[in-house]
């Protein structure tokens, strides 16, 4: 399974793509932004999204709309990790479409446990 | 016109003029007014948030080295472990060494397991990045409202140092409640809301 971490922060990058791989997740690729990962979506064909929210120049929540406006990425996973803990967000980033969210800071634990929640559909 | 209809003209003309002066002032006073109460309102919110961005980097910085000091005493038994260990394989007394290897393992995984939760705590950086460009974008504001203020009080004399500064301001994106410790909303009550996406989380 492939999966593209999106972060700003490349410290937050490398903690993600490391625990993913203690997972058992090896093949991760990863972008900067909103759309970068919207540029690397169509090259690298991930399985799995992992991204933040606050980024420059597109934000995670546009990300999660612009996909889930194609067709071909209505189904795809997405997790959204990130510091937003206010309610009406969690609201907000569900009605965008993510099919699950994790409040930063994360632990290991919950990042595997979500990402099999989410694949177990 | 006799000298004291002119005094008098000439006192009626002053006064009209220092009339005029004075309600300019008290409107440039006015346009002041907004600007530098924001201003006020934001010198303590990015004080704030300096604040914590001071104690929740001490607070991971005293975690990580906790797990550190950890690790460094775990890998000097290590060390004085394996040298019993090439002791008794050298001398033949082999019956300890399985024991010893066991004891190494646990010793090597425990070691591991804290290196990945130092790895889990450096999260900090993002969140104190965040409330860094908070704080940031709040003195940018002030700037902003001081710069107004400056150039009311000058008028068409401002002087050339109150250009915008040369420097590019970085494009920020951040959460202006960023917490390394407060949730808002904590895991549990986000799980139980995507299991069942009509029910509100406890607030």
Redesign the interface.
Known sequence: MKILAVDDSPTMRRIIINTLKRAGYEDVVEASDGKDALAKVEIEKPNFIITDWNMPEMDGLTLVTTLRSKDEYKNLPILMVTTRSVKDDIMEAMKAGVNNYIVKPFTPETLKAKINQVLAG | MSPTDNLQAKIQQEITELTTSVSGLVESFRKLQNPLAESHRKVPQATNQLDKISEQTEAATSQMLDMIEQITQREDEIIKDLGVVKQKAESGETTEIGALADVLTVKATTNLNDA?AI?????????T??QMDHAASLLEDIEGKLRHVLTNVSGDEAPEKLEEPAIQKK?????P????FN?????ED?DS??QN?KQ??V?
């Open positions: 990945y790895m889990e705590a450096l999260q900090f950086q993002d969140i990045a965040q494009k920020r994106a951040y959460d409640h960023a917490d390394l949730k808002t909303t904590n895991q986000i809301l995507f996406p509100q989380p607030e």
